[in-house]
């Protein structure tokens, strides 16, 4: 039982390039989220997905995409990169929203 | 506005010596607080879920405890591999998909 887990760890990327960042689930949970963490911010959800085929953003969407065509996998795209986007991202995924959530060991994004 | 506040934000601590971390909220209709764990380079790990005002829940050094305004999150006899920081969350009464996040304590227990 692996958990939830990302791919990759580490990426480093030049402004305006794209990239997508994959997380799996094998504990067949129905929600999976899109996390983002800095020093002195916190959490943030950038966006989430309470289904195979659904999604919805959270706080910080704006520059991100997402897609859930299987429910074990949830994708997140950067179109254009920018270094604001310096940061570590994190998937998790529950139950249901009232579940704890469970979560990936992180991708450490770095923008140049 | 919903929020959580967690302190200290730092908290240093000798082998065995106990001590409490606390989490303060302000969101109506409390529908769980939940507290996690993270280590350095790692992502959360889930710790406890409480729902009601008076629960309690232990595992090993730890005991987590809610009021109607705060969680406690008490260590006792504290060894160095406790040291991480500690995450405590509430769902947003407003918009149900999402929580509401503390900036964590960070502990650190010296041998």
């Known amino acids: 039982n692996a958990g939830v887990t990302q791919t990759p760890k580490f990426r480093v990327l030049k402004t305006g390039q794209s990239m997508t960042l994959l997380c799996a689930q094998d504990?067949?949970?129905?929600?999976m989220y899109w996390y983002r963490q800095d020093p002195g911010m916190g959490l943030r959800l950038i966006h989430y997905s309470v289904g195979e085929g659904t999604t919805a953003k959270g706080e910080v969407p704006d520059g991100y995409n997402v897609s859930r065509l299987k429910k074990q996998n949830f994708l997140l795209g950067l179109e254009s990169a920018a270094p604001s986007q310096t940061s570590v991202y994190f998937c998790?995924?529950?139950?249901?929203?009232?579940?704890?959530?469970?979560f990936g060991p992180g991708t450490r994004l770095t923008v140049t | 506005e919903d929020q959580v506040t967690q302190s200290p934000e730092a908290l240093r601590l000798q082998e065995g010596e106990s001590s409490s971390l606390n989490c303060s909220y302000t969101v109506s209709g409390l529908r769980g607080l939940f507290w996690y764990r993270q280590d350095p380079g790692k992502g959360p790990e889930f710790l406890f879920t409480?729902?009601?005002?008076?629960e309690e829940k232990e595992k090993e050094r730890l005991k987590a405890t809610l009021t109607k305004k705060e969680s406690f999150l008490h260590i006792t006899a504290p060894k160095p591999e406790d040291s991480a920081t500690y995450l405590c969350?509430?769902?947003?009464?407003?918009?149900?998909?999402?929580?509401?996040w503390g900036l964590g304590t960070s502990l650190a227990v010296n041998p």
């Open positions: 409480l729902y009601s005002a008076g």
């Open positions: 969350a509430v769902p947003n009464a407003g918009n149900n998909r999402k929580l509401i």
């Open positions: 504990m067949n949970h129905e929600y």
């Open positions: 998790a995924s529950s139950y249901g929203f009232s579940y704890e959530q469970y």
